[in-house]
Nanobody, 121 residues
Framework: QLQLVESGGGLVKPGGSLRLSCTASGFTLNDYAIAWFRQAPGKERERVRCISASGRTTSYEHPVTGRFTVSRDYAKNTVYLQMNSLEPEDTAVYYC??????????????WGKGTLVTVSA
C-alpha cells in the first residue's frame, strides 16, 4: 500500500518561506496526482494545491493564492509545496494525498500523516 511521507515543516517567522516535500517509500509517485491539504487548530481540513501526474497544477480560491506553489520532480519521486510570505494564519498541519487516477479529483486515495507548520514571531 502506498505510504506518503511529508517533511519540511517547522517553525518560521511571518514573511518567511518553507518548502514541504511529499515522498513515498517503495512506490513511484509519478503516476499519481498529489494534493496538499492543511488543517488548522479548530478548523476543517482544506485543500491547498494539487498537481496531476502530467504536471498540471490546480489552484483553488484560497488565501494562499499567489503565495504557495506546487511542483514535482519526477526523477526524485517527490512533490513539493513551496510556501512564501507565510502568515500566522498559515499555521496548520499540512498533508499530502494521492489520487490513483492521476487526475486532481475531489476524492483522495491515500494520505500522509502530516507535517506541522507553525508561523510565529
Amino acid at each position: 500500500q502506498l505510504q506518503l511521507v511529508e517533511s519540511g515543516g517547522g517553525l518560521v517567522k511571518p514573511g518567511g518561506s518553507l518548502r514541504l516535500s511529499c515522498t513515498a517509500s517503495g512506490f513511484t509517485l509519478n503516476d499519481y496526482a498529489i494534493a496538499w491539504f492543511r488543517q488548522a487548530p479548530g478548523k476543517e481540513r482544506e485543500r491547498v494545491r494539487c498537481i496531476s501526474a502530467s504536471g498540471r497544477t490546480t489552484s483553488y480560491e484560497h488565501p494562499v493564492t499567489g503565495r504557495f506553489t506546487v511542483s514535482r520532480d519526477y526523477a526524485k519521486n517527490t512533490v513539493y509545496l513551496q510556501m512564501n510570505s507565510l502568515e500566522p494564519e498559515d499555521t496548520a498541519v499540512y498533508y499530502c494525498a494521492a489520487v490513483v487516477s492521476g487526475v486532481c479529483h475531489l476524492t483522495m486515495d491515500y494520505w500522509g500523516k502530516g507535517t506541522l507548520v507553525t508561523v510565529s514571531a
